[in-house]
């Protein structure tokens, strides 16, 4: 703009329009999706056959859905974030609004730029914690689940689903109100914890094999 401002919203194409997009690419990864899987799939069942014979097959299965659930949990957690900036009229590279707060004590006489917490733009930076909070967090979680589906097999689904639950509840509520996080974060957290101490629990009687 002419007075150096940024606009309120992103600048959409005239051409096509994110969903259009998002339209097209389903296309293209439909048709890859069937491709590589019509070329591969004797392979697969080759696989199995071997795997199986290995006691491998179900470890591997169960690591896929895994990752599935996580990835599903994850795009779930974004999507709550999405919508809050939307309704804040917030530019996608701003992953937070912040004002400056001044304070009346002598020691703390310099200004501080601090998120705001209130109205749509708290509702914004409270969902968009909830996805960073994640982040911090989600290559061990999933590492964790992979590496214990080893020796659990389908069982690492009772922790992972209480992760998907959890991660999901949580960005819910934080986005509502920080006093609410708590209980979709002790979900999480349970089956994070559950996962974490299994694996140590094996790699323990490993020690004694």
């Given amino acids: 703009m002419k007075d150096g401002t940024a606009p309120s919203t992103p ?5 096509m329009s994110f969903r259009n997009m998002a339209i097209v690419a389903l296309i293209f990864v439909s048709g890859i999706v069937a491709f590589v899987f019509s070329m591969c799939v004797e392979d697969f069942e080759k696989l199995h056959v071997n795997l199986d014979a290995l006691g491998l097959w179900k470890p ?7 990752v599935f659930i996580i990835v599903a949990a994850s795009k779930v957690v974004g ?9 804040a009229v917030v530019q996608r590279m701003d992953q937070y609004v912040y004002e400056i707060e001044t304070s009346a004590d002598s020691s703390e006489a310099r200004p501080k730029a601090v998120l705001r917490y209130s ?5 914004f930076n409270r969902a968009q914690r909830a996805v960073n909070n994640w982040q911090e967090n989600r290559d061990i979680e999933l590492c964790t689940l992979m590496l214990l589906s080893i020796a659990v097999g389908y069982y690492v689904l009772i922790p992972t689903i ?3 639950v959890g991660r999901i509840v949580f960005a819910r509520d934080y986005k509502v109100a920080v006093s ?19 694996l140590l629990t094996f790699a323990i009687k490993g020690l004694t094999l």
């Fill in 11 to 15: 600048p959409t194409s005239s051409l």
């Fill in 60 to 66: 591997l299965m169960a690591s896929y859905w895994c």
């Fill in 79 to 87: 999507k709550n974030a999405s919508k809050a900036r939307k309704a």
């Fill in 119 to 123: 109205g749509l733009d708290g509702e």
């Fill in 162 to 164: 209480f992760m998907f």
């Fill in 180 to 198: 609410k996080r708590v209980p979709g974060f002790v979900v999480a957290q349970t089956g994070n914890y559950t996962a974490i101490i299994l």
